[in-house]
């Protein structure tokens, strides 16, 4: 059995190409292309923001890897505008040698490690994973076993949003309400898109 925490990556992506494009996607409106110089696509966004003409911010897209445990995963798959790949307890042999033969759960970020809640939790999971094997050695499939799995196996997945809805996604995710391993994943990874893209996503870390 093993325990990580939570992590995320994004895709390589030019900033700057995908503002321009941006750009000139929403110059249309305004048939203002000619205003289009060297520099001016950063200026011309935060416009669009400050207007709240964020559809534009639909014709860009930006692709992150998760790792999160399946209770967020079913949280962020609840974002509808967007395309998912994940990786599947139906085909995935946890008891293969690519697997480590064993189980991968996320720590809970809300439990101290030398806590009596967390060492309940961890003797849970510990449980799950004995159970979940012996089910595969029993000769059960792995989409069979899956049925002994908890909220907090590890998953991984591809997540392809456009900007406009990344935005809708940090404005719910990373904001206080939001489930605390949903915000442990959420508000870092706002903080990696601002830095990429302050024109888009710098606002979202005042609200």
Known sequence: MKIIPPSFALEPIDGQALLRRVEAAGRVCYKSEARVTDDSAGRFVRMLL???????????????RIICDRGVSHEIVRHRIASYSQESTRYCNYGAEKFGGGLTFIRPCFWDEGSEMFALWAAQMAKAEECYLALLAAGATPEEARAVLPNSLKTELVMTMDLREWRHFFRLRAAAPAHPQMRELAVPMLRAFAALLPEVFGDLLCE
């Open 50 to 64: 400050k207007s709240g003409h964020e559809s534009v911010l639909e014709h860009e897209k930006i692709t992150a």
